[in-house]
């Protein structure tokens, strides 16, 4: 249990308004999108930056762990409450604190909406590009913790890239700033990429200078059907391979593709479709006609069976129909989800979708795969009723195999979703032990009463 002395320095930091440790309130936060749970003691809401330099010293005084919390979106159990912790949900700090236009540059606290910093940007031709798939929900801090990504990724990058600074407190309550507001900086070490992407585990970063960019004038869309898997991501490899570099290059398997069929989402592709690619192109108008040619001619090949183009905002929703009613049309399979977002090289990607499929097979499961093709980003679902033992045991084997393979491929177990509680107990088998010692030692220099976000990111 919390002690009450500690709660009370909560109160009085904060106010009573915004310490709660009702079994209501204790309830909501108990999870992120993985099915476990775990009650906090309490959930704190701060509004500002000396806020969360407080109750960090508060929480030291009392050895009381912190579990910092976004919107909750996550995958991997990156805000799920480690026990007997306190959770600091960011949702109360959603100020944008300057926008510079002419230096491309805005910055925000941690709790703003990534929509919205796009929706800013845009106001002024420019542009946020980072675009994870909950963009209208989750909030910019959860993306710096995990660094997060979505389709644009193939072209732009992810979230690290557009971080030029940072204000943060670390574990035991000093007060930091990294980065600069420049676009070249080399002074010191860059502790900026460093808690990019570290998971709440060195600092809680309360505000963010973003880099941004002009906003392509108009945007084109392929939607491109193959008779195969092996077809459609001999084709990703060969678009990867020519100059023209495509803003969104998405993927579908054939069960993807069944799962859509119910909903009537895949009325309009070709006969025998069995592999789907999304392709996107962005740019200045005048420029799209010979992008989308350059595409369209890397993208012919064996098994293509029809290539449907849009160039209107119209056009290019209907053609992204399949792909956006995707994720919950999954849902309808099996009740969980064991969702992995493993990276292998791109020119690798045929030979791990080949590994899934056989391996489904074999333990005889539902496997959906579909994600960031050209970034080599796959997103393996694993179907599953969690009530039924006996295929649990087979799923875990399953997942086992699958991250074996993918480490042979010279590949990464996560590419934008982060390690959190999920896939700590696999990090082991990607870094060497003395890589490891050296990464737990930072994180004891930034945190050294291990207070932020245990159980998280390392293998025990």
Known sequence: MLPDHALAAFRTLLGADRVFDDAATRALYAADETPRR???EAVLFPASHDDVAGLVRIACEHRIALTPRGAGSGNVGGALPAPGSVVVSFECMRRLLEFDPDNRLIVVESGVVTEEIDRVARSAGLFYPPDP??????????????????PRAVKYGVTRDYVLGLRAVTGDGREIRTGCRTTKGVTGYDLTRLLVGSGGTLALVTEATLKLLPAPESVATLRVCFASTRDALDAVSRVMHQSVVPSALEFMDHRAIDAIRPTGAADDLAPGTRALLMVEADGAAADLPRQIAALEEALAGPGLLETKSGFERRAIAELWAARKSLSHAVKQIAPLKINEDVVVPVSQLASLVDFIDHTAQAQRLAVVSFGHAGNGNL??????????????????????AIILRVLA?????????GIGTEKRRFVAREIDAVTLDLMRAIRQQFDPHGLLNPGKLFPD
Do not use: F, K, Q, W
């Open 38 to 40: 775990v009650e906090p």
């Open 133 to 150: 798939g909950s963009s209208p929900y989750c909030r910019i801090g959860g993306n710096l913790a995990m660094n997060a990504a979505g």
């Open 379 to 400: 997103h393996v679902n694993l179907m599953v009723h969690p009530d039924d033992a006996d295929e649990m045991d087979r799923a875990h084997l399953a997942l086992d």
């Open 409 to 417: 491929l010279g590949g990464t177990l996560s590419g934008e979703h």
